[in-house]
């Protein structure tokens, strides 16, 4: 039989060399599922690679655009969308794309995430929701649950979490969905939902984090905490008819906003005097 | 459309000169938040702006304004800040950032007395150090300070020259008094502008952090040029890759350090008188360099042989100017709103070439003529 060489679709898109090669997450991290959910999205969608802006910020989701081989921006901890959203001011005809960490979008660049919610800037935020710092050894987040077990939290968590997708809801998003690594084919498709949408997108995607979160809570390598995933996720339809207390350890999955509202670069563009003109016209 | 540059006389006040040096400049993006006493910027440039085609964006704080700005220009636009007190403070990391990245851009510090709010409506020199060190570890910045509305104008043009040329963020920092003095400012017919260090070969040949031998700066492609740029926060090689190489680290740190420092004799930027028989030299910069010449004039009308050095470019500091201007002066005032920065650096490049004594006033209360007259009478 004829030995057939088959490359990894996504290889076209990566930069080697970009630290602990192919990359630096442990086995069994969900990051790079979603590493390749981006480019898929991309690849469906046709976009041109050379007019898609990665941004990130720090930690081990920050890391996930010194990955991509074209224009990137590899910014601050917790700030990658308000450099997106210069980017995108500047050139509108960029596509941008921020991924960050649950620490980042929510403890650190919480601010950020509400004003670009608000503003409905042109920007798709790609929140990789771990629970946990895991570049710094696991310490516990504005999304980890009650009671988690953390470097910081070693009697188990005693703060509530964050929900992400009511925060951004409520702030103004146009479109907001939540998905986990078990579900690959329904994250691409709100990854290319986000893109397409004209105004902020927001997509959470649960992920494991077997070397820290999954460890110090006992929940098994990374099929484990996948399937664990998959087992805790009710759809939102459904979650509708349950009880705050029957939701307590799930994870309420599937697209909470699709909406339009005037986009706040062609707010700002339109107060310019061509604009008036040709409005005029 | 508005026009850009309002060719003629104007009465401005010095925040008002500084927008319009930014459009003449050729500004596309301004981002800013509300802070005494540099607000007249933002509310300047929220309607000059959008009407000559720009984008004004008023930031939910600094750190939100300043990722803003830094985003934009590397999405092609021509960028700036204006903030003050707190704001400068909050702005630190997103300057580092600004200075590994080589991002050409420009900010504008109205100094006001402090520490913490200080007394926000009030002038100061407080911020000297906290533009070129406030940010963590190694880097270089430029810093401008002006004197005059005139020079908010001419010097706002000449800070977005400078961050071109080295590309590196340049600061325009005047005191509270300068930011709200009014007075005629000149606007020229035309404006000589740096350009942005473009790619001058194809992508396939682009090495996008490998600095010109020459002037040690690289050339700089925006985002949607096909040039695949990685714009890292990372310690970086030349391909903009990360790495944790003491070679690497050491071989960036240094450049971005030296592209600067080692060229302060080109950029500074200063106004000297009676230097030549000068046995004592009164340094000073902004507002408080205007009492000092009033000081110096009168003092020469009586027959003191003092001579004046006004300090215009900060930083890099001009080690260089500060020996030629004292020469074989054996005494040297420096004069300054704050309890000693510039002082500092002063003795330092002087290392004891001269007696240097300071007039110091932490803020608030200006350094007037007549209160400089008698330092110095008495210092000589």
């Not at chain 2, 401008?144 to 104008?153: D, G, K, N, R, V």
Request: glycine share 8%; with cysteine.
């Amino acid at each position: 039989m004829e030995a057939v060489q088959v490359k990894h679709p996504a290889l076209k898109y990566y930069q080697l060399g970009s630290g602990g090669d192919p990359t630096l997450w442990c086995s069994g991290c969900g990051i790079g599922q979603i590493w390749y959910f981006t480019v898929k999205a991309m690849e469906e969608l046709e976009l041109d690679p050379d007019k898609v802006v990665w941004v990130g910020g720090s930690g081990c989701t920050g890391r996930m655009c010194t990955y991509w081989n074209h224009d990137l921006m590899h910014t601050l901890h917790g700030r990658p969308l308000g450099f997106a959203t210069g980017i995108k001011l500047a050139n509108p005809e960029l596509t941008v794309v921020c991924h960050m960490g649950d620490g980042e979008t929510s403890a650190i660049g919480g601010n950020h995430l509400i004003q670009s919610a608000r503003r409905n800037v042109d920007v798709v935020a790609i929140c990789v929701n771990n629970f946990n710092y895991g570049m710094t050894g696991g310490q516990f987040s504005p999304t980890t649950p009650l009671g988690g077990i953390t470097k910081t939290s070693p009697e188990g968590h005693r703060e509530r979490s964050f929900d992400l997708c009511d925060l951004v809801k409520a702030a103004g998003a146009t479109y907001v969905a939540r998905w986990t690594t078990t579900h690959p084919q329904k994250s691409i498709k709100a990854i290319k939902k986000a893109i397409q949408n004209k105004g902020f997108s927001f997509v959470e995607i649960v992920a494991q984090c077997p070397t820290h979160y999954g460890r110090n809570n006992r929940l098994g390598d990374g099929p484990a905490m996948m399937k664990l995933q998959k087992e805790m996720s009710v759809r939102v339809g459904q979650a509708a008819d349950m009880s705050r207390e029957e939701l307590k350890d799930k994870i309420v999955i599937g697209e909470f906003v699709s909406t339009q509202s005037p986009e706040y670069g062609e707010i700002l563009r339109s107060f310019r005097p061509e604009s008036k003109e040709s409005d005029n016209a | 459309m508005e026009k850009r540059l309002l060719t003629g006389i104007h009465l401005w006040q010095g925040n008002e000169a500084c927008a319009e040096g930014a459009l003449a400049a050729g500004l596309t993006l301004f981002a800013g938040y509300p802070i005494t006493p540099a607000t007249e910027i933002s509310e300047r440039l929220s309607a000059r702006l959008p009407a000559t085609g720009g984008t004004f964006v008023q930031g939910a704080d600094e750190l939100d304004s300043l990722t803003i700005v830094i985003g934009a220009v590397w999405g092609g636009a021509q960028a700036m800040t204006a903030t003050s007190g707190n704001g400068i403070c909050l702005m630190q990391e997103n300057i580092g950032y600004a200075c590994i990245t080589e991002t050409p851009m420009v900010v504008v510090d109205c100094q006001r007395a402090g520490p913490a709010t200080g007394a926000a409506t009030k002038t100061m020199q407080g911020d000297f150090y906290t533009v070129r060190y406030g940010s963590n570890a190694d880097y270089a910045i430029i810093a401008l300070s002006p004197s005059s509305p005139q020079e908010m104008f001419d010097l706002t043009i000449e800070a977005f020259n400078l961050s071109e040329q080295y590309r590196v963020p340049t600061f325009v920092m005047p005191d509270e008094a300068v930011a709200h003095m009014r007075e005629r400012v000149v606007v020229p017919e035309h404006v000589e502008l740096f350009p942005r260090c473009k790619p001058t070969v194809p992508p396939d040949q682009f090495v996008p952090w490998r600095a010109n031998p020459e002037t040690m700066v690289p050339e700089m492609a925006h985002f949607g040029e096909r040039y695949r740029m990685p714009v890292p926060g990372l310690t970086h090689d030349e391909s903009g890759r990360p790495s944790a190489s003491y070679k690497v680290h050491s071989a960036m740190v240094r450049r971005l350090v030296d592209k600067v420092e080692s060229r302060a004799d080109q950029i500074a930027r200063y106004e000297a008188l009676f230097l030549d028989d000068a046995e004592i030299v009164v340094v000073a910069y902004g507002s408080v360099a205007r009492s000092a010449e009033r000081a110096v004039r009168d003092l020469r009308d009586e027959g003191v042989k003092v001579g004046f050095l006004r300090l215009i470019t900060l930083w890099p500091f001009p080690d260089a100017l500060i020996r030629r201007a004292v020469g074989r002066a054996r005494k040297v005032v420096v004069a300054e709103m704050s309890v000693g920065k510039l002082v500092r650096e002063v003795e330092r490049a002087l290392a004891g070439a001269a007696v240097v004594k300071l007039f110091s006033k932490p803020g608030i209360s200006l350094h007037t003529p007549r209160e400089i007259l008698s330092f110095v009478r008495e210092v000589a």
